[in-house]
């Protein structure tokens, strides 16, 4: 099952594939996905997720009925409880459709439109773990930039939807980056990496700056930012050492699941004014 709609409804589209539409129209109570979330399904793929389990092995059995049989739109009230194979407690009212070329050209705008205001994550570098991390972020509810000056390091596989920028201009996408973004810098160079952040830092306004390293590490570098004159609550704004979650392990897959957890945590759901000031140093 993917999670990119866009580029699954885009493919089926181009392919001439029907496609049906599973909305939960409401919910009451416990349930696994709130009101006004979508997904797509044709007779053979699905995009996205409704909550999974019974609830949605039911739905994708109606949508394909309606794609095969055709007919109307289809309302389905389930309960979460009692004999329905599920314990959440809750009520989901879902609405099944098969939307016209109008209604799927409404649903990909609508899938734009959230990708657009999904906030902006620059990872810099393209290493073991940078790489890693680009296949673990894709699929959270942000926009992911990545940089890296050396081509050949992104691997052979870029995950989808992810802005990869392969000049290594790291200048213009710190620049560039709205207010309330987040970075995490993992770059093959020390130097490099210090003064990617000491740039981001200088702004101000950004909600998450992690920096890859040890405890050794972050000292040497806020030592330096004090000499630059950095202020003192935007140096301890950076995170570093990053996936803190008690664990200390070096291989890349594992940090990589660590690192995002903790960007859920201090950056999808961090306050949305500027850094975090949290200078906690309980990390990898």
Known sequence: MSMDMRADLARWRLMGQPVARISVAAARGSTPREAGTFMLVT??????????GDLEWNAIHHARALLATGGGAQELRIDLGGRSGQCCGG????????PDGKGLDGIMAELERQRRAAPLLVLFGAGHVGRA????LAPLPLRLAWCDSRPHEFGPVIPAGVDVHDDGDWQHLVAGAPAGSGALVLT???????????SILERGDFRYVGLIGSHTKRR?????????GLPEDRINAMVCPIGGQG?????PPVIAAL????IVTRFLHAPQEGCDADGDEKRL
């Open 247 to 251: 664990v200390r392990d070096k291989r």
């Open 43 to 52: 007779s053979t793929e699905q995009s996205g997720t409704v909550g999974g």
């Open 91 to 98: 009520e989901v009212v879902l609405f099944i459709d098969v």
């Open 133 to 136: 991390l680009a296949h673990v």
């Open 188 to 198: 093959q160079s020390h130097a490099l990496d210090s003064v990617i952040v000491a």
């Open 220 to 228: 040497r570098f806020v030592a330096a930012f004090r000499a630059l």
């Open 259 to 262: 690192v995002a957890a903790e």
